[in-house]
């Protein structure tokens, strides 16, 4: 049900904006500001955790390389002839590149739990460009069967409105690419982890409110005046003005504010210590940076913090934090990327995360020594790893030369009289001789 409309007049075009009974805007348009702190979409960057969080989920993803594979019985080789792979890895589009395409994307999953980037095609077919959209303007549209109690099954139709401003344009699922970050219910929409975190969002963006209005006030707490006698409504609002403006503010921060004779100031207001506010404010940070998969070393909260555990720490955001977000990426692109054709012949897209699990240089080189030595690593291949050139025979796998099957063990030592060294056995060859040693 529309319960208001805002026209915006525009050259040659009019924008609608329709609002929900329940949309917090609906107070906005009629001039009622309730007070409370919006942290929906955009407006929840402002609490500096969220905005960190983002910032790091955002950045993370993006400065991975994504690649085309293909697999088959020979193994998996990179396809840098493929026509997508120039596309995604160096620009989606003509204004962006694909670090900045990425960091625009997940930044939309993690506001609206939704994100969306349009598939431009040419007159063949083929794809030439892939468009980021605002998510806050993008609505999903499940057309169920009614036989099935509004069960979405393969009779279901479900496309995509886009709120242009001046017209609704309706996509087709195969003309965009829909992400879905965090938590979905139904497979089709993903829930927003702002809306999940509403409350503890709104407590961080008090904290901040309230530290705000503390320094601009100089400091100074609130109180009541107390005084004896009585005075008229505008005795009482010209002594307030005047107290006000000689003790408030961060002008009049430390200074002496001077009261009447027979008049006396007390605070009111709790102050932080007994409020517990830096407990409470860690608290929050810590929900926030937990429901986005971020530990609090990258927060520079170092409080608990050792060298192996940060290390380990890493891993772990990884393998808990990233790799889901890159598998529901990868599918969704090989999907609505690869042919038909191409996805059976094992064309797939995969981000490569070595920049993210990359150690230090001496344990890789041990790790390079291991593997050539084992047998199971070329050196050309562990060149290629730390970007060097190959070498001539580098692609010859080597192994140690005292290697032998365990059922070859001690043959070395056959052959030589049977009397080796340490068997306690004497050996006769040498009675007799009379330039033998005594």
């Keep these: 049900m529309n319960f208001a409309r805002r026209m915006f007049r525009l050259p040659e075009k009019r924008e609608v904006l329709e609002l929900n009974v329940d949309d917090r805007r609906v107070l906005e348009v009629l001039g009622i500001h309730t007070g409370d702190v919006n942290v929906r979409g955009k407006n929840a960057l402002k609490v500096d955790t969220v905005f960190s969080c983002v910032r790091i989920r955002s950045e993370s993803v993006a400065k991975l390389p994504l690649k085309v594979f293909r697999e088959d019985e020979s193994g998996i080789q990179k396809q840098t002839r493929h026509p997508a792979f120039q596309l995604l890895r160096l620009r989606p589009n003509p204004y962006m590149s694909a670090y900045d395409f990425w960091k625009c994307i997940e930044a939309q999953n993690d506001l609206y739990g939704n994100a969306y980037a349009s598939i431009e095609f040419d007159k063949r077919g083929r794809i030439v460009g892939l468009w980021p959209m605002d998510s806050s303007r993008v609505k999903i549209v499940v057309d169920n069967d009614t036989s099935a109690s509004g069960v979405v099954t393969n009779r279901s139709k479900l496309w995509y409105e886009v709120n242009l401003g001046y017209e609704q344009r309706k996509i087709m699922p195969h003309e965009l690419l829909h992400f879905k970050g965090g938590v979905t219910l139904d497979g089709i929409v993903g829930l927003s982890p702002l809306d999940c975190l509403r409350a503890t969002l709104e407590n961080g963006a008090s904290a901040n409110r309230f530290i705000n209005n503390f320094y601009k006030q100089g400091l100074q707490v609130k109180g009541v005046v107390q005084y004896v006698g009585d005075l008229d409504e505008k005795a009482k609002r010209n002594f307030r003005e005047k107290f006000e403006s000689m ?85 969704e692109l090989t999907y609505k990327l690869l042919l038909d054709d191409e996805i059976r012949d094992g064309y797939f897209f995969r981000f490569n995360v070595d920049a993210i699990l990359r150690s230090d240089i001496k344990t890789r080189y041990e790790a390079y020594r291991i593997g050539v030595q084992g047998g199971f690593l070329a050196p050309n291949e562990a060149r290629a790893k730390e970007e060097l050139p190959p070498l001539e025979g580098g692609d010859q796998l080597l192994v140690n030369g005292s290697m032998v099957p365990i059922t070859d063990a001690g043959k070395a030592y056959q052959g030589k009289g049977g009397g080796g060294a340490g068997t306690g056995e004497k050996d006769d060859s040498d009675e007799g001789d009379p330039g033998a040693s005594s």
């Design 247 to 331: 003790s408030s503010g961060l002008n009049n921060s430390h200074r002496i504010a001077l009261l009447p004779i027979g008049y006396q100031f007390k605070e009111i207001a709790l102050n932080m210590h007994d409020a517990q506010f830096l407990e409470n404010n860690q608290l929050t940070i810590r929900q926030i940076a937990s429901a986005f998969g971020i530990k609090m070393h990258q927060l520079n909260d170092l409080s608990r913090a050792t060298h192996t555990n940060v290390a380990e720490q890493q891993k772990e955001f990884y393998t808990d934090t990233l790799q889901p977000i890159l598998t529901m990426y990868e599918q």
